[in-house]
């Protein structure tokens, strides 16, 4: 098959088959099978206080501005996975997910605490933690 190259948006109604070489920026909609080698950048979401965390960006960024602010996370889909950074320490945060499998709440209370999430069919479940502290 003859190398093709695009410039400006590309869209196919029946999908690409075959190896992508270069750098892909804007937004994929749809799967994406295969192995993939480079750096993979998530979007951020920068939270200051209490509220939603959201399941538009793989990570979320939070501030806390006050003690024990309340921050909930809707259900996601199937293999979605969620991140949760605590950058900037103004006191302390619990999440508490719609569907979780194992554990009520996440709490972060310091710069560097962390939660990485995956969404399953039976709702979010913890892969990793670093300080924050699940109950």
Do not use: E
């Not at 088959?17 to 920026?25: K, L, R, S």
């Not at 965390?53 to 024990?68: I, P, R, Y």
């Not at 605490?113 to 924050?132: E, F, H, K, P, R």
Request: glycine share 14%.
């Amino acid at each position: 098959m003859a190398s093709t190259t695009f410039s400006g948006p590309v869209t196919s109604t029946n999908g690409f088959i075959g190896a992508v070489t270069g750098n892909i920026t804007g937004n994929i909609t749809g799967n994406v099978t295969g192995n993939i080698t480079g750096d993979v950048f998530a979007t951020n979401q920068a939270l200051s206080g209490a509220g939603a965390v959201n399941v538009t960006d793989m990570l979320t960024s939070l501030t806390t501005t006050g003690a024990s602010q309340a921050l909930t996370l809707a259900n996601g889909t199937v293999g979605q996975i969620k991140i949760i950074s605590h950058i900037v320490d103004g006191g302390s945060a619990v999440l508490t997910p719609t569907t979780k499998i194992g554990f009520t709440t996440i709490t972060f209370t310091a710069v560097g605490d962390s939660a990485m999430l995956i969404y399953t069919a039976q709702g979010w479940d913890i892969v990793a933690l670093n300080g924050a502290v699940a109950a």
